[in-house]
């Protein structure tokens, strides 16, 4: 029992990170109409958003609203996006999340953020040691 759910759980979140891609690439499609291109926009201004309905520091509850309405959102917009449209783009983006991830771009750019934030990190306290000492 737990196995499926566990099972079921991961390919629900592969066909919505499959569904994200494909609702991206469909946006530009000029086959795609305008309230789908509006909602998607919205949408994924939302999911990207420091702004929430329900603030994540609030343990457990503060996650849900992003658990449930970007997804909720992206159905939505996968209804409003003609079936032609949405099953190439869903293709495209099932052959795109089968090309092998380059690990060591992927390292290049944790290094990157790491040496950014010790930087930003540094000034700040410089800032914080100037102002108050």
């Not at 109409?33 to 520091?57: H, M, N």
């Not at 060591?104 to 410089?126: D, E, K, P, Y």
């Amino acid at each position: 029992m737990a196995i499926k759910l566990i099972a079921d759980a991961k390919t629900w979140a592969r066909n919505i990170k499959r569904d994200v891609h494909a609702v991206w690439l469909a946006a530009r499609d000029p086959r795609t109409p305008l309230v789908a291109k509006v909602l998607a926009l919205i949408v994924a201004a939302y999911a990207v958003s420091p702004i929430d309905l329900i603030p994540d520091f609030i343990p457990v509850i503060g996650y849900l609203d992003d658990l449930i309405i970007v997804p909720l959102g992206i159905m939505l917009v996968v209804r409003l996006i003609p079936p032609e449209v949405m099953r190439e783009h869903r293709e495209t983006a099932a052959q795109a999340s089968e090309r092998p991830v380059s690990r060591v771009t992927a390292g290049i750019f944790i290094v990157i953020w790491i040496v950014c934030t010790t930087v930003l990190f540094s000034q700040i306290m410089a800032a914080f040691r100037h102002h108050f000492f």
